[in-house]
């Protein structure tokens, strides 16, 4: 099966967020989504996933899967928004039970935030398939970024989240709490022994020191032969001890804050107070 995938580019966030269908059908799913969030306002805006919905309403095509990839620290999900608008079933891997119990203590949410992924309408696991519509998906658990990173192995192309970047960019950092670099090297040569024509589309771009296009599609075989991290059959001690060096010179992602906190909730934002008001906390020396 070649479905076909249509890209959008947020370049606030250099993300890229897919939408999959059917090569001959109309069911189709959408991957890694963005809700516009502008931090010194705190007002977020849903133009990068309105692009999603017309599109979607213009090709006439049936929303069966909302995916993340991960508990994403860069962006906001859309995810509730695109279900409010067009269907479908919100789905992550399901040890994002992990990372709620992880960052319901660093935010300090108590017993009323539930650490079960019931936010969720599906807690997808290794080794699990499903369909969008004659498609089958193959669900591998790719930790390494975080503990609930997830590839989605949609017919011929694979949709690795944060897990592998372009191969002239490399791959993930592992620092954020329950990250692995050891895993993480684990979890790409679990992509990489897909067959190598499969089609890789990365989750973020951020266009490698001399190439002047954003860039999001690669291959098995080119990952393999070119990823200036592991290409070449680099080992994973050489890999581990770069990435943990590489991932000590690096600053936190600007919206990490909102992002855990919104997406750890399935895109959902926390409880309102008592006037109604919404409020995102500020965890002071924790990250």
Known sequence: MHPVITAFFDSAT????????????????????????DYASGRTDTASADEIVAFVQKEDLR?????????????????????????GKIGIG???????????KVFNEGTEFQRDGSQFDALLEEGESF??????????HTPGHTPACM????????????????PDFGTARCDFPGGSAADLYASIQKI??????????????????????YAWETTVGEQKAKN?????????????????ARDATLGMPKLIVPSLQVNMRAGNMPEPEEDGSVFLKVPVNKL
């Open 14 to 37: 250099n993300t890229i967020s897919y939408v999959v269908r059917e090569p001959q059908g109309r069911a189709a799913a959408i991957v890694d989504s963005v809700l516009d969030f």
């Open 63 to 87: 929303i069966e899967w909302i995916l993340e990839t991960h508990v994403h620290a860069d962006h906001l999900s859309a995810a509730p928004y695109l279900q409010e608008k067009l269907g």
């Open 94 to 104: 399901r040890n994002i039970t992990i990372v709620q119990d992880t960052f319901g």
């Open 131 to 140: 369909h969008i519509g004659q498609m089958r998906a193959d669900v591998l």
């Open 151 to 166: 590839t989605y192995v949609i017919g011929d192309a694979a949709f690795v989240g944060d897990t592998l970047f372009m």
């Open 192 to 213: 990489l022994s897909l067959p190598d024509e499969t089609r890789i589309f990365v989750g973020h771009d951020y266009k490698a020191p001399g190439r002047e296009e």
């Open 228 to 244: 200036v991290h592991v290409g070449e059959g680099r080992d994973a001690e050489e890999f581990v001890a770069m990435r943990e």
